[in-house]
């Protein structure tokens, strides 16, 4: 099965595409842009929301849902919002055969939906904050759609707030993007780079964008989730008022905050190889594959009583398969599951249950060199040791190869060739026209400006214009 699988160095879109197929994640939809999520990959998306989930309500938050439909007057309101999704924008204008009388938009965020509904629900301090979090699916008429990364209609959950101040908003977005980058690093195992957008990056109609960067297996940048202060921008728009303490009539301070299903593809470019995929453990649909190997009915029933005890040891600690198939081979099956990223292998032959032992192969480490002998007796805490183990070398592997290729050049000539081979932390001006100048010269954007910087810009000079700096920013070629 491997060997169907274009190797990464000779074309990385095309072996992306291929281990997503191959590996039964996802396929395309007879509606160009779309993709139908298969059982494995929708598994995968499972696991992302629970660890999500689980996140969102230990800090308070409450899911809710709201319409797919609406109202083209609603997305008018605020007229930056409209005019950054304007082009993206799916128009329903006829529904049971008839003309609509105001034409409704298919979902593509739902600030629009959300905020008239916060007017309503809203009226005094006493009602505040309102932490609300829907799992939806959302439509954007995307040009140019890749399988996860960017597709006409995709998966995700967006976060709503409204608070009573300035400072408890930003409070907020900024705790979801800590959210976020613990989501990823710990669970996801991918570096992320925690910063917020410039000026022309930004989430149309929002004060502030916050976002975690992280690097992709061919060095290029993919924005993995934002947090916006929406300051009350939204909140004009849509009248969201409440009476204060003091009896006076306010305006609320919004943020909206969303992780997609391009998570699943973060993980497909940040872990696997030419093998195919390589899962983190505390996302992977299946983190032990159990294989029991075979020639005959006296050696299966011996193996497969063996198996039984495996799995009893195994209990409900893990989330373990037993593959029996009968109709493929050992070598297929080991394909197969290499392909499908399994982080550990379990191989059971007739030597294995003479010698009252398994043999445990991590999908992280080539070869014999991943390949050990474990007693039967020690499967259980060995097995949690091991998954740990790879879940941390996972996040440090792809921590390395980030350094690797993130440079701090000093003049432009180092910052072109910079951008060609991963990230470049560069001092800008901060100006927008200087900005573009380095989109179009380069293929770079800008993907923020880090919260950590690593050298204050007193005394500095912009990476292009060699103006006055304001800060480092992170440019990299981008999905």
Same mark, same amino acid.
């Given at each position: 099965?491997?060997? %169907?699988?274009?190797?990464?160095?000779?074309?990385?879109?095309?072996?992306?595409?291929?281990?997503?197929?191959?590996?039964?994640?996802?396929?395309?939809?007879?509606?160009?842009?779309?993709?139908?999520?298969?059982?494995?990959?929708?598994?995968?998306?499972?696991?992302?929301?629970?660890?999500?989930?689980?996140?969102? +309500?230990?800090?308070?938050?409450?899911?809710?849902?709201?319409?797919? @439909?609406?109202?083209?007057? @609603?997305?008018?309101?605020?007229?930056?919002?409209?005019?950054?999704?304007?082009?993206?924008?799916?128009?329903?204008?006829?529904?049971?055969?008839?003309?609509?009388?105001?034409?409704?938009?298919?979902?593509?965020?739902?600030?629009?939906?959300?905020?008239? !509904?916060?007017?309503? *629900?809203? +009226?005094?301090?006493?009602?505040?904050?309102?932490?609300?979090?829907?799992?939806?699916?959302?439509?954007?008429?995307?040009?140019?759609?890749?399988?996860?990364?960017?597709?006409?209609?995709?998966?995700?959950?967006?976060?709503?707030?409204?608070?009573?101040?300035?400072?408890?908003?930003?409070?907020?977005?900024?705790?979801?993007?800590? !959210?976020? %980058?613990?989501?990823?690093?710990?669970?996801? %195992?991918?570096?992320?780079?925690?910063?917020?957008?410039?000026?022309? =990056?930004?989430?149309?109609?929002?004060?502030?964008?916050?976002?975690? =960067?992280?690097?992709?297996?061919?060095?290029?940048? !993919?924005?993995?989730?934002?947090?916006?202060?929406?300051?009350?921008?939204? #909140?004009?728009?849509?009248?969201?008022?409440?009476?204060?303490?003091?009896?006076?009539?306010?305006?609320? *301070?919004?943020?909206?905050?969303?992780?997609?299903?391009?998570?699943?593809?973060?993980?497909?470019?940040?872990?696997?190889?030419?093998?195919?995929?390589?899962?983190?453990?505390?996302?992977?649909?299946?983190?032990?594959?159990?294989?029991?190997?075979?020639?005959?009915?006296? =050696?299966?029933?011996?193996?497969?009583?063996?198996?039984?005890?495996?799995?009893?040891?195994?209990?409900?600690?893990?989330?373990?398969?037993?593959?029996?198939? =009968? #109709?493929?081979?050992?070598? *297929?099956?080991?394909?197969?599951?290499?392909?499908?990223?399994?982080?550990?292998?379990?191989?059971?032959?007739?030597?294995?249950?003479?010698?009252?032992?398994?043999?445990? &192969?991590?999908?992280?480490?080539?070869?014999?060199?991943?390949?050990?002998?474990?007693?039967?007796?020690?499967?259980?805490?060995?097995?949690?040791?091991?998954? &740990?183990?790879?879940?941390?070398?996972? @996040?440090?592997?792809?921590?390395?190869?980030?350094? #690797?290729?993130?440079?701090?050049?000093?003049?432009?000539?180092?910052?072109?060739?910079?951008?060609?081979?991963?990230?470049?932390?560069?001092? *800008?001006?901060?100006?927008?026209?200087?900005?573009?100048?380095?989109?179009?010269?380069?293929?770079?954007?800008?993907?923020?400006?880090? !919260?950590?910087?690593?050298?204050?810009?007193?005394?500095?000079?912009?990476?292009?214009?060699?103006?006055?700096? +304001?800060?480092?920013?992170?440019?990299?070629?981008?999905?």
């Amino acid at each position: 099965m491997a060997e %169907a699988i274009t190797p990464r160095s000779q074309d990385f879109a095309q072996w992306y595409t291929d281990v997503i197929q191959r590996a039964e994640l996802a396929d395309y939809a007879p509606v160009r842009g779309c993709m139908v999520i298969r059982p494995y990959g929708y598994t995968l998306w499972e696991n992302i929301q629970k660890a999500l989930d689980r996140r969102f +309500k230990e800090t308070g938050h409450q899911n809710a849902y709201f319409p797919l @439909f609406i109202p083209y007057s @609603f997305i008018q309101k605020e007229a930056e919002h409209v005019e950054g999704f304007s082009p993206q924008l799916a128009v329903v204008t006829h529904g049971g055969g008839e003309k609509l009388e105001e034409p409704l938009i298919v979902r593509p965020t739902s600030e629009a939906i959300i905020g008239h !509904l916060y007017s309503k *629900w809203i +009226k005094s301090y006493r009602d505040l904050p309102v932490l609300i979090n829907q799992w939806c699916n959302v439509v954007r008429w995307e040009m140019r759609t890749r399988l996860f990364l960017r597709t006409t209609e995709f998966l995700w959950q967006e976060g709503h707030t409204a608070h009573a101040t300035y400072e408890e908003a930003e409070e907020e977005a900024r705790l979801i993007l800590d !959210l976020y %980058a613990d989501f990823a690093e710990n669970e996801a %195992a991918i570096p992320v780079v925690k910063g917020y957008k410039s000026e022309s =990056e930004k989430f149309p109609g929002a004060l502030v964008s916050y976002t975690i =960067e992280g690097m992709m297996g061919d060095r290029r940048a !993919l924005q993995m989730g934002t947090s916006h202060n929406l300051g009350q921008n939204f #909140a004009r728009a849509f009248d969201i008022q409440y009476l204060d303490r003091s009896n006076q009539l306010q305006y609320c *301070w919004t943020t909206s905050w969303g992780v997609s299903t391009r998570m699943v593809g973060a993980i497909i470019m940040t872990h696997g190889d030419d093998q195919g995929l390589i899962l983190p453990p505390r996302l992977a649909p299946i983190q032990v594959i159990i294989i029991p190997i075979y020639k005959n009915e006296e =050696e299966k029933a011996q193996v497969m009583e063996a198996t039984d005890r495996v799995k009893a040891a195994l209990g409900s600690s893990v989330r373990w398969h037993v593959d029996d198939r =009968e #109709a493929y081979t050992v070598g *297929w099956k080991f394909n197969e599951w290499e392909l499908r990223g399994v982080p550990l292998r379990i191989e059971l032959g007739p030597r294995d249950v003479a010698n009252k032992q398994v043999i445990v &192969a991590r999908r992280d480490l080539p070869g014999k060199e991943g390949k050990q002998a474990i007693p039967e007796t020690a499967l259980p805490q060995v097995v949690d040791t091991l998954l &740990a183990e790879i879940q941390a070398h996972l @996040f440090q592997k792809a921590f390395q190869f980030r350094e #690797a290729h993130t440079q701090q050049p000093i003049d432009y000539t180092a910052f072109k060739a910079a951008v060609e081979n991963g990230f470049a932390l560069a001092f *800008w001006c901060g100006d927008a026209a200087c900005e573009k100048a380095i989109q179009e010269e380069t293929r770079a954007t800008n993907r923020c400006i880090p !919260l950590a910087q690593t050298a204050e810009a007193r005394g500095r000079t912009c990476i292009r214009c060699g103006q006055p700096a +304001k800060e480092q920013a992170v440019f990299a070629r981008a999905y």
